[in-house]
């Protein structure tokens, strides 16, 4: 399955995903796929809005930058206020005022994170709550039914993702695990047009991730992520993870990189055949006072910024870039005022928005391998970048 294969006929229903450019020289692909709520063109960055909302940013704001999908969590979103109340105001989309694609992740991995509160069972996770302690249960049935109350468009699978560094014997039964939950999710009942994603696992195994990606392919799904990387290995050994598991992949379906978001990480990502991410650091950095510009990570609360009347970043066209200077940015946040925050999350958002808008353009111009190059020099530069 992982020879390169025409994509199907464009069409406007939920799930069909149309390859609409490749790069010459590597594995990367410009695409459009179709969800209930609009298409999202391919590669794609999406902004992680865990519990409904993407911190310091409105929906409009977001749809001003030009995002077409974002994130919710099922974990968190289940814990407060809950998938019915969610339901009853009409679905997630309707209860957060967002009118385009939603991704919901299925809450594996903030399950899986609570090491010393759950209990694993062949049916799914018992665990206590990290808010009130309380006793719950997750796992591929009661996971698809709360994606499905809560209305998004697409829909992961309840898997395990096994914990770094982890012994062959634990990542093959996580890989177990996760076959047999994705097969039941595949048989569970969705929202109209919602579509699921199969998750690969197999920790740092490269046969346990080929094992697993063949797996899911032969439930089939509407796409397929990557998981289990970027959990605490070293940066050197995240692309091998990424290789073994989309070597197996069907490549016409998109394929979906958990929680990776550095620009050097996902433009060698996407040369490996990668088409969306997701990662909460342009906004949490934003809230640690941090700017990501094209050349690095940059502190607005350095003091060489208290006399500087420039934007963050020159040649930005962000809406913090074109109306404020670094001097104000950095008295806003000295002063703890919540408008740093949020001009900091809009221009950082944006420059994430910009850097997958040129990857999208090089593609299909024939300049990827140039634009790789590029960002390979910057991150040799800078290895915060």
Avoid at 16 to 24: K, M, P, Q, R
Avoid at 55 to 70: D, G, H, S, Y
Avoid at 346 to 368: C, K, Q, V, W
């Amino acid at each position: 399955m992982s020879d390169k294969a025409p994509s199907s006929a464009a069409a406007d229903v939920p799930g069909a995903f149309t390859i609409l450019a490749e790069d010459a020289g590597s594995k990367a692909r410009r695409g459009r796929l179709m969800t209930a709520h609009g298409p999202i063109e391919t590669p794609v960055f999406m902004p992680v809005g865990t519990q409904g909302t993407v911190k310091a940013m409105t929906p409009r704001e977001l749809q001003e930058e030009n995002f077409t999908v974002i994130l919710g969590n099922t974990y968190h979103l289940n814990d407060r206020p809950g998938p019915d109340l969610i339901e009853e105001a009409g679905g997630l989309h309707r209860f957060m005022g967002w009118d385009r694609a939603i991704l919901t992740d299925s809450g594996g991995f903030q399950v899986f994170s609570l090491a010393g509160l759950r209990k694993i069972r062949s049916d799914g996770v018992e665990f206590r709550s990290h808010t009130d302690g309380t006793l719950h249960f997750l796992g591929p049935v009661t996971a698809m039914e709360i994606q499905r109350k809560l209305g998004s468009d697409i829909a992961m699978v309840f898997d395990e993702c096994p914990p770094y560094p982890c012994d062959r014997d634990y990542a093959c039964q996580a890989v177990d695990r996760t076959l047999d939950w994705a097969a039941s999710c595949a048989r569970q009942p969705r929202a109209d047009g919602q579509l699921v994603f199969g998750i690969v696992q197999g920790g740092l195994d490269p046969d346990l991730r080929a094992r697993c990606a063949r797996g899911l392919v032969e439930i089939g799904f509407d796409g397929y992520a990557v998981g289990g990387v970027s959990v605490g290995e070293p940066d050197a050994l995240i692309l091998p993870g990424v290789e073994a598991g989309v070597e197996h992949l069907p490549w016409d379906r998109p394929r979906y990189l958990m929680g990776v978001g550095g620009f050097a990480q996902m433009a060698e990502s996407i040369a490996r055949g990668i088409d969306m991410f997701d990662c909460v650091l342009p906004t949490r950095i934003a809230r640690n006072g941090t700017a990501v510009t094209r050349r690095g990570r940059v502190s607005m609360k350095n003091a060489v910024f208290k006399r500087d009347w420039a934007p963050m970043e020159e040649d930005c066209e962000c809406y913090a870039c074109r109306h404020f200077s670094r001097a104000y940015i950095r008295h806003l946040l000295n002063v703890n005022e919540i408008l740093g925050i949020r001009l900091l999350t809009m221009h950082n958002l944006h420059r994430y928005r910009t850097f997958l808008d040129e990857i999208r353009d090089a593609i299909s111009a024939g300049t990827f391998g140039v634009l790789l190059e590029d960002v390979r020099a910057i991150r040799n530069e800078t290895a915060q970048y």
